[in-house]
């Protein structure tokens, strides 16, 4: 098996998250917790809350999905701009956690009640990077086969539904703003993906 910067992410991840498992009160130090960063000046949350999960189904399904799509999006940043691409790549899943983040750290920065954790905004970014690259590859969602642009539109209404309704736990607005940041970062670097993607449909609908 290749070593992969995808590969090392997910290794480092899944072992931080096991020993978290084991030792709540670190745990709570890692935690992306506004107030604390607001109030005791404590940056570090902004990325470690991005390497700890809340249980190992939350992991795992964080994990696969890396995985399968950053090992993708990877190999495509390679093959554009060669060995920097896999410090573009880097970049990229590590900026995407806090960024994914701001706009529930304005919205919470003096809430002592809210924390989040988990790698969902920077997993997120990577999935909708490879759906601009390959908007229609097969995503199975729930075992059932999709072309990846149509899981796109669905994932961005649902998550910017719930965000609003607010009944849950999950960090919705972080897959929203994950999601839109993957498709920013991705255009930044790339711009010739636009009409790459708009020639994808068109070929697509002819």
Do not use: C
């Not at 709540?24 to 700890?52: D, H, V």
């Not at 590590?94 to 809210?114: C, M, V």
């Amino acid at each position: 098996m290749t070593i992969t910067i995808t590969l090392i992410l997910v290794a480092i991840t899944s072992i931080i998250s096991f020993i978290v498992f084991q030792n709540q009160e670190l745990g709570k130090k890692l935690l992306f917790y506004p107030i604390a960063i607001n109030e005791q000046n404590q940056f570090y949350r902004w990325i470690t809350s991005g390497f700890i999960h809340a249980d190992s189904t939350h992991l795992i399904f964080n994990m696969i999905a890396l995985y399968s799509f950053g090992t993708h999006v990877e190999s495509l940043f390679v093959e554009l701009f060669g060995i920097t691409g896999k410090l573009y790549y880097l970049l990229f899943y590590i900026s995407a956690i806090p960024i994914a983040s701001l706009f529930d750290y304005f919205k919470n920065k003096e809430n002592g009640r809210y924390a989040a954790l988990g790698a969902s905004g920077g997993v997120a970014a990577i999935i909708f990077s490879a759906i601009l690259f390959n908007p229609f590859g097969t995503i199975y969602l729930y075992f059932l086969p999709i072309p990846s642009i149509l899981f796109g539109v669905l994932y961005l209404a649902y998550t910017f539904y719930m965000s609003k309704k607010g009944t849950d736990n999950v960090g919705h607005n972080a897959h929203l703003f994950g999601s839109i940041y993957g498709i920013i970062f991705t255009i930044a670097i790339y711009p010739k993906i636009i009409p790459h993607f708009i020639n994808s449909i068109t070929n697509f609908l002819h």
